[in-house]
Structures are given as structure tokens and as C-alpha cells.
């Protein structure tokens, strides 16, 4: 059974930093796509980053670019998106997602399994 689990969020100010933590159960990540979508209110879900299965190919949606970066840790099965920077636009639900990785990133329809998703708020 494939289980995701979100870590990690909270407050942060304007131009502060988090560090979003995805462990994964019941696969390791060699062999799927990884992707974090988010949630504004009000807004549809959208994806923000996605790193290939080999860890050789990262994609940023274009206002998280060069402020966000996703990695991962084999051993520890688990993702991260490190996101500097933050803008009170970044506040949302963030999600973890098993999809594909393309440059335009995955689209929510695409997405094969889902964390329950974590709050980030992004004071002004």
C-alpha cells in the first residue's frame, strides 16, 4: 500500500524559509516520479515541483523558481522542497503526489496517490 506523508510546514515571514518533508511507505522512491502541488484558498491545486524517478531531472513551476528546490533521500525514502524566499502568495495546502515529472510539470488528473497535505502560511 502506498502511503505519503507531509512534514514540516507552519508560519514563516515574509522572506523566511521552510523545509516541506515527504516520507514515503510501500515503495521506494527509485522507482516512482515525486511531485509537491499546493493549494491557495479559493484556488485550484496546482504543481509547484516534480524530481524523476532517477533524481537526475528537477522542474519548477515558473514563481518558485530559483526560491524552491526539491531533493530527496534515498536512504530515508523521503522528499524535501526547500523553499526560501517565501512570499505571502506561497501560503496554501501543500501536497506530496506520485506523478509524472514533465517540464510543464504533472497535471492534478495525472497524479496516482496523494498526501493528506500540509498547511504552510507565509505572514506579510
Known amino acids: 500500500q502506498l502511503e505519503l506523508r507531509e512534514s514540516g510546514g507552519g508560519l514563516a515571514p515574509n522572506g523566511g524559509s521552510l523545509r516541506l518533508s515527504c516520507q514515503v511507505f510501500g515503495f521506494t522512491l527509485d522507482y516512482y516520479n515525486m511531485a509537491w502541488f499546493r493549494q491557495a484558498p479559493g484556488k485550484e491545486r496546482e504543481g509547484v515541483s516534480c524530481?524523476?524517478?532517477?533524481?537526475?531531472?528537477?522542474n519548477y513551476a515558473d514563481p518558485v523558481k530559483g526560491r524552491f528546490t526539491i531533493s530527496r533521500d534515498i536512504a530515508k525514502n523521503t522528499v524535501y522542497l526547500q523553499m526560501d524566499s517565501l512570499k505571502p502568495e506561497d501560503t496554501g495546502t501543500y501536497y506530496c503526489?506520485?506523478?509524472?515529472?514533465?517540464?510543464?510539470?504533472?497535471?492534478?488528473?495525472?497524479?496516482?496517490?496523494w498526501g493528506q497535505g500540509i498547511q504552510v502560511t507565509v505572514s506579510s
Open positions: 503526489a506520485i506523478g509524472p515529472c514533465p517540464p510543464w510539470l504533472p497535471l492534478t488528473s495525472e497524479v496516482d496517490a
Open positions: 524530481i524523476s524517478r532517477s533524481g537526475g531531472s528537477t
